[in-house]
């Protein structure tokens, strides 16, 4: 069988990058053996960490190492639960509680046996859950140590099993959902775990296999205790581990597989093996080329799988006597035994892993979100449908300085009734329901003095407008005080030659959401507007080439406010000017402004507001060969003929290349009598300005001269 090489190096270094600016850590893993990640997790402030990525996609740390990795960890923006207002009168108020942004899970793996489903997800937690039912998260041991988390996740039919950050196993069942240490011996550290029926394997650090069995005959105790250690010959390591029921298949740090009876330990081909999934008749392989194999119970040697047109795959799963093989484009296989694979989706999404129980699919995808369908009597894949993994945050009570508020469930958000109270900081206490766990939190309060709120209760402040040389400026607004807020005039002011950016104080934009506390002048701020044509003369019988250049922006629009998404993917502002301006990634076209590629700068929501040249005109004549000039805003237009004189140049133009034409008219054209040659120097001649550039200028000018002028004797003559 051909075999991929793969890199002869005896180790390889793991680099974990945790994306905050700081040092990555490093460790050395032997080649074909599986990584660990850092004990702890790392932690950024206002975000949370949602697992290691490799290449931008979930890292599953039951993949063995072949070559020098770089595991980079992807965070999310953390929320929390808030007040609004933090603050109020003596005499009590209604404020309103807030929750977080429900935690989404960013699974890397995903599990079955029987009826249930399991997912591990980035940050170390598992959620278990049935076909039809809502993911439910496992609780952590009882006094786990802080910063303890899951590592891998197993389902079995009768229990299910973890291993723990400390590299100790963990098992619970539906009866003791819990997760209990399993009782072995506690110097003993594991790196993988697997699980088939009623059997569980667990590989140590020494290479070693851990065979444990639940008891059959005690339907109250299903804890597994060990039957067997499993030792293969000479120098070799397992690294995998699985077992069909009567086999049982592990795979060495060299990618060789073993088959194990009792009494037996044979080595078995195909190598080097990547992946292992046991059925309830047989094994099921994948090897380091992509290739899938099937490994009778009584076979010595493997039968391929094959995928259409020579497909390679990525990742196999298995339950009972159907698997779920996923190929290196992301679409799905649905096989078994004696049969031809057969897709189990529709072709419209990616995945990365995928399960199957009975006739239900459930999947992970590229951005480590699960999603599920059903497959027809057909054999037909059914639509996908994203499964919620969590529930949203609940708020139970609430309390101002052990004092017991009303509230009430407005919407997402809930009401408080603030009595009165004392002017002085105080605590409000929430208690309530979130990822699946009860909490207390406390939220800083402050009940404002009334001898400030009550001297301006009836107070204004007046806000002047300055439009720096525009057009009449609007008329002063009176803003009462304490919550007043400045309305933005309308239209904006006009100024000949300029464009307007918006209101400010000095150099700062003035943010128009802001409650005033005093008198304000606001003052226009403009950029030049001014169009050019260059070179703006030429011969009548034109075409010449001449350059139009619209505005450019000096001064800029800034921004007073900014927000960015709950992944920190992409953020939107409000401009000065009144617009709202987004960037960053821009999946789904979510940036708004009419395209769905990502933009590392700021463009206008509903478009850019660039001006694009769309056609040009020389009086009533068009321009011809109209041409953008590359990297600006710029385009060259071949001249029409037209007697001598000044012409007006009729721009037409979008801003963005979007939306309504535009006509500038501010531009003058002056056409000469074909006889007559620009004078050098001037505006109405395009010098070339390079080094050794400056004579050939000269002669192309001369001989233009010369046929323009022949030209005209040649018409005097006839």
Known sequence: MPSRQTDDQAAHTVRFDPADGSKPTQATVKTGTLASPPQKNPQR?????????????????????????????RWTKATDWTLSPNHGPSSGTQLTVSPPDKKKPY????????????????????????????????????????????????????????????????????????????????????????????????????????????????????????????????????????????RTLIVDADGQTWSWKPGQAENTKPSPIMQAAALNQGLLLLDADGHTWYLADNATSAKAVNLPESTEASRISASNDQAIITDKD???????????????????????????????????????????????????????????????????????????????KTGDAWQADVPARNPGPAVITITGMQDDKPFTKSLNYTVDQPLLRDAQQDSTHTITFD?????????????????????????????????????????????????????????????????????????????????????????????????????????????????????????????????????????????NPQPVIAAAKFDTSPGTHLTPVSNSNSATVLTPAHLPGTVTVSVDYTMGGAGNTLTDTSLRYTYTPAGVLPQAGGEG??????????????????????????????????
């Open 45 to 73: 402030e206002g975000s949370r960490f949602d697992g290691w990525t490799r290449d931008g996609l979930p890292f599953d740390f039951q993949t063995p190492i072949l070559q020098d990795t770089t595991l980079t960890a």
């Open 107 to 246: 699974y890397t793996s995903i599990h079955t046996a029987d009826s249930q489903f399991v997912g591990l997800t980035g940050d170390g937690n598992i959620y278990i859950w049935t076909q039809d039912g809502i993911p439910k998260q496992v609780p952590l041991p009882a006094q786990a140590p802080e910063g303890f988390h899951y590592l891998q996740a197993a389902a079995g039919s009768q229990w299910q099993a973890a291993l723990g950050s400390d590299q100790h196993i963990y098992t619970w069942t539906s009866q003791q959902p819990t997760p209990t240490i399993l009782d072995t011996d506690r110097n003993i550290r594991f790196t993988s775990i697997s699980t088939s029926s009623n059997r569980l394997l667990a590989v140590d650090q020494q290479g070693r296999v851990h065979n444990f069995q639940a008891s059959q005959a005690d339907s109250r105790n299903m804890k597994p205790t060990e039957h067997s250690t499993i030792s293969l010959p000479g120098q070799a390591q397992a690294t995998l581990a699985v077992a069909s029921p009567s």
């Open 330 to 408: 992301g679409r799905l296989w649905f096989w078994k035994s004696g049969e031809a694979p057969m897709r189990a989706e529709n072709g419209n999404q990616h995945y990365l892993q995928a399960v199957r129980i009975g006739s239900r699919i459930a999947a992970l995808d590229r951005q480590g979100s699960l999603c599920q369908w059903s497959i027809d009597t057909h054999g037909q894949p059914g639509k996908p449908a994203k499964i919620d993994s969590t529930t949203a945050p609940t708020l139970e009570s609430a309390s101002l300085d052990g004092q017991a508020l009303t509230v009430s």
């Open 467 to 607: 439009t720096a040389g525009g057009s009449q400026a609007p008329q002063p607004q009176q803003v009462g005080y304490p919550y007043g807020r400045v309305n933005r005039p309308s239209p904006d002011p006009t100024r000949s030659g300029y464009q307007f950016y918006g209101w400010f104080i000095d150099n700062v934009a003035y943010d128009f959401s802001k409650p005033v506390t005093k008198d304000l002048r606001l003052t226009a701020h403009w950029s030049s507007n001014k169009w050019t044509i260059s070179p703006d003369t030429g011969s009548q019988i034109g075409g010449q080439r001449t350059t139009i250049t619209p505005p450019t922006n000096t001064n800029g629009i800034k921004f007073n406010q900014i927000s960015s998404s709950n992944t920190g993917s992409f953020s939107l502002a409000v401009g000065s000017d009144g617009n709202a301006y987004a960037w960053g990634d821009n999946g789904n076209g979510r940036l708004g402004d009419g395209t769905t590629n990502g933009k590392l700068v700021p463009v206008s929501v509903m478009f």
């Open 685 to 718: 001649i395009m010098l070339a300005l390079a080094t050794g550039m400056t004579g050939i200028g000269g002669v192309l000018a001369s001989r233009r001269h010369r046929r323009e002028t022949q030209r005209l004797l040649h018409t005097s003559l006839e």
